[in-house]
């Protein structure tokens, strides 16, 4: 007897009579009612198929002996709708999507943080975290003010509302860049000190942290995606072969973006202690 199924589980593999094309409907008129707790199709025999582009499923043939279903099912009018291979390849599609769009910003935010971490070169992206209480609202520096480096050691700050001046300075202060602003009226001005070797190595620490940090969010990209394909795997969607395949393409893609990390680490690092 074939393993019983829930009605909060609808039928997901695709049927097809003998004697008849491909359906993906199955109606309950084509079914009669034995005892109370079973359905039995009239047609002695339908071959059983799991298809899917990642690997090959097994044929399984039912023969004319009762199916058991849940006694909710009974009371359903209708039509059960079996997915389609394009379902289950849009649904798989999108995971495989979904996580890499996730693991592509958890770079862009592994490197705005390497950013932010200063070096012994001026780089307007150092100011990229400062945030400027702009009317009573906290903003970014860099979207009220243009940030430019007059040469390798200064940066200048323009506002484009000079009223802001001193709520960019005060951000400033209150930053941990460690720099000093030199507020004309007009424009502010910032003199990078020189790095002492106790510091570079204090910034290569950080730096590290939020290396693995990063490390850390790709690996829950990749797990929470292995939970979506076993999902899949419970839905009668994808195969246990299937789902393994796809783990396997999923750990390239980790191993990938972890390599993405290591190579933003070691650049900032070699930056941090360049003297």
């Given at each position: 007897m074939a393993a019983p199924f829930s009605s909060t589980s609808p039928v997901r593999s695709i049927f097809s009579p003998i004697r008849s094309p491909l359906q993906s409907f199955l109606s309950h008129s084509d079914c009669f009612q034995k005892g109370h707790d079973c359905f039995k199709f009239r047609s002695c025999n339908f071959n059983l198929y799991s298809l899917s582009s990642a690997a090959s499923y097994s044929i399984v043939k039912l023969s004319s002996k009762p199916i058991v279903v849940n006694p909710l099912l009974r009371k359903r009018v209708g039509i059960v709708r079996c997915a389609t291979i394009e379902e289950i390849e849009a649904e798989k599609s999108s995971i495989e999507k979904e996580a890499k769009e996730k693991m592509e910003k958890t770079i862009e935010t592994v490197r705005t943080n390497f950013n932010s971490i200063r070096t012994g070169r001026a780089n307007p992206a150092?100011?990229?975290?400062?945030?400027?209480?702009?009317?009573?609202?906290?903003v970014s520096l860099k979207s009220i003010a243009q940030i430019s480096t007059p040469d390798s050691s200064s940066l200048l700050i323009q506002p484009y509302d000079k009223s802001s001046l001193k709520a960019i300075e005060k951000a400033i202060v209150n930053s941990d860049l460690g720099m000093t602003p030199n507020n004309d009226g007009e424009v502010i001005r910032m003199s990078l000190p020189q790095l002492t070797t106790e510091r570079r190595k204090e910034f290569s620490k950080i730096?590290?942290?939020?290396?693995?940090?990063?490390?850390?969010?790709v690996r829950n990209i990749r797990r929470d995606a292995l939970k979506a394909y076993e999902?899949?795997?419970?839905?009668?969607?994808?195969?246990?072969?299937?789902?393994?395949?796809?783990?396997?393409?999923?750990q390239k893609l980790t191993d990938e973006y972890m390599k993405k990390i290591d190579s933003l680490f070691k650049q900032k690092e070699k930056e941090l202690l360049t003297v």
């Open positions: 150092m100011l990229d975290k400062v945030e400027v209480e702009y009317y009573g609202t906290p730096v590290a942290k939020q290396a693995e940090e990063g490390k850390v969010a999902k899949l795997e419970k839905e009668k969607k994808l195969s246990e072969d299937n789902v393994k395949d796809l783990s396997s393409d999923l």
